[in-house]
């Protein structure tokens, strides 16, 4: 079983930053992989990114490539999202998840995959 809690949310200004954390409980990320989505309000909740411990490669979605970045601690205990250069379209609860056995590589992005959540982080940017 794995546990995650988020935390790092809060408002902020267009054009801001925050680095959201998401720590794991009773199994690391180490040997799968750690993805970032969000649910902006009204919509579906929406791939952001994710990293995989098998090659350390890192996948973003067209809207935050080159914005936010993903990472983690050496004991793929903790992950985190960087979000630079805030824009208000990136208000959302943003979930950290998890997977029992990794997606394969073309099923990253796909939330169906992941079957650890956390109880997400209310991220707003006001314009």
């Known amino acids: 079983q794995m546990r995650l809690v988020e935390s790092g949310g809060g408002l902020v200004l267009a054009g801001g930053s925050l680095r959201l954390s998401c720590a794991a409980s009773?199994?690391?990320?180490?040997?799968?992989?750690a993805a970032w989505f969000r649910q902006p309000p009204g919509k579906e909740r929406e791939f952001v990114a994710a990293l995989r411990w098998m090659g350390g490669h890192e996948y973003y979605a067209d809207s935050v490539k080159g914005r936010f970045s993903i990472s983690r601690d050496s004991a793929w205990s903790t992950v985190y999202l960087q979000m630079n250069s805030l824009k208000p379209e990136d208000t959302a609860t943003y979930f950290c998840?998890?997977?029992?056995?990794?997606?394969?590589?073309?099923?990253?992005?796909?939330?169906?995959?992941?079957?650890?959540w956390g109880q997400g982080t209310q991220v707003t940017v006001s314009s």
């Open positions: 998840a998890g997977a029992s056995t990794p997606p394969i590589v073309g099923l990253t992005r796909d939330e169906k995959r992941y079957d650890y």
């Open positions: 009773g199994r690391s990320f180490r040997r799968s992989v």
